[in-house]
């Protein structure tokens, strides 16, 4: 549901532009908003892992927009970050970070650094169009808000899963205050490791930091604590209600995200399954991206996904339609969350279903040799699709194994409810 960012409208919303080492993409998307933007957003970026400089040339390319004030650009780290109301990560995937926000979009922008001065410019282009985009859409409301009335997200709680934060936190707990210098030796860790176990924390405002001299002091934020204790209580002491009765017509719809590697049987699921849901309708991602020559550059994703993300909406907001079927490759957690934060999901109150299909080896190589014999795919499809049959694994959907079974049976295990690992 589109909501009002900026602290209930009385500033601007504040935008942070984040990638891994916040010397150019994300430098490129600061400035840029500040020049075409301003009146919409508070532009910021920062970096997981800083570099020592920007991008030298970004900033020669930059010099030449217009009102782009490259003398103010430099990398900066998470914790130099105010409080913000949207994050943008640029691509990264993994390496990009957990933020508090109301908001959070992935543009999946590849690096144009060392591939000469027109991958540059087809990235800024990119930008330029994303910016004015995510300004329009903040300036009529139109992005779906995350942030939760009772404190709980699930950046918050990424925050809290990993056993060395964990171990801050309980030794913060036993001390008013502690200094980097006494984690480092209770935890036996290095100081880069430190500082990006508490770049997290005090982003989502757990701990606060305070630098004095060559140290930073570190103190728990016991009462941000106990209203997440409390939050937690209440979600565990809820009562049940009538599922029925409380879920409106409109949260009947579901979903379905059906992602695998080439050859794993994707489009013929999707079909089977499309015709055994009731008022269904089917999209494969393949449609929207069938061209002659086939590029993949900054611009023809960012078109194909727009295509997707239109159509899908469309489809969710039809009142014809139940069951909303989609199959692609998504072999990235980014892909799949860059499409979800586009979607009208809350607004239409859409369950969401994410399997990816997979197969064994000697299943996956057999199916696609067969292919490639009848004059369907290109040699070099097996080792594509070989190399990214493990990506599934590691992606925390639904895995569904294909292996022995027929489109059928795949559909009907996905329609009845897959189960992890499966």
């Not at 900066?76 to 994050?87: E, G, M, R, T, W």
């Not at 935890?187 to 508490?198: A, E, F």
């Not at 809820?238 to 409380?246: C, E, I, L, R, V």
């Not at 997979?358 to 292919?371: F, K, P, Q, Y």
Request: aromatic fraction near 4%.
């Amino acid at each position: 549901m589109g909501v009002t960012l900026g602290e209930a409208g009385n500033r601007r919303p504040r935008v942070a532009f984040v990638c891994t080492h916040n010397s150019c993409r994300s430098q490129i998307a600061e400035a840029l908003s500040r020049v075409l933007a301003s009146d919409a957003f508070e532009a910021f970026s920062a970096g997981t892992h800083p570099a020592d400089a920007v991008n030298p040339d970004a900033l020669r390319l930059l010099r030449n927009v217009p009102g782009v004030d490259t003398a103010r650009l430099r990398p900066k780290a998470l914790d130099k970050l105010p409080p913000v109301d949207v994050v943008v990560t640029m691509g990264c995937g993994v390496q990009c970070p957990m933020l508090p926000c109301a908001h959070r979009e992935d543009w999946g922008l590849e690096d144009p650094t060392g591939r000469g001065d027109e991958a540059f410019l087809a990235t800024m282009d990119e930008i330029e169009r994303r910016v004015r985009d995510l300004a329009e859409r903040l300036a009529h409301c139109e992005v779906a808000t995350t942030d939760k009335s009772d404190g709980l997200s699930a950046d918050l709680l990424k925050a809290l899963a990993d056993e060395r934060r964990l171990d801050v936190l309980r030794a913060l707990s036993q001390a008013d205050e502690l200094c980097a210098c006494k984690l480092l030796e209770r935890l036996d860790i290095s100081q880069p490791t430190l500082s990006h176990h508490m770049a997290l924390l005090v982003s989502a405002g757990l701990v606060s930091a305070e630098r004095r001299g060559r140290w930073t002091h570190y103190r728990l934020e016991r009462g941000r604590m106990a209203r997440l204790a409390a939050a937690l209580e209440e979600l565990a002491n809820a009562k049940p209600s009538n599922p029925d009765a409380a879920v409106p017509a409109s949260a009947r719809k579901t979903l379905y995200l059906v992602g695998g590697p080439m050859g794993v049987g994707k489009s013929t699921v999707c079909r089977e399954l499309s015709r055994m849901l009731p008022r269904s309708v089917l999209l494969d991602g393949d449609w929207c991206w069938q061209a002659d020559p086939f590029q993949v550059t900054p611009e023809t994703k960012a078109v194909v996904l727009d295509n997707i993300c239109h159509a899908l909406g469309n489809f969710l907001r039809c009142d014809a339609y139940e069951n909303v079927v989609f199959g692609w490759v998504m072999h990235e957690r980014a892909i799949v969350e860059g499409i979800l934060a586009r979607l009208p999901i809350a607004e239409c109150g859409a369950a969401v279903r994410w399997v990816s299909l997979v197969a064994s080896e000697e299943e996956l190589r057999r199916r696609i040799e067969g292919d490639v014999s009848a004059g369907l795919r290109k040699a070099n499809a097996v080792e594509r699709a070989l190399a990214y049959l493990p990506l599934y694994r590691e992606l925390g959907s639904e895995l569904v194994d294909t292996t022995g079974r027929s489109p059928r049976e795949v559909a009907e295990l996905v329609a009845g409810g897959a189960r992890k690992g499966r």
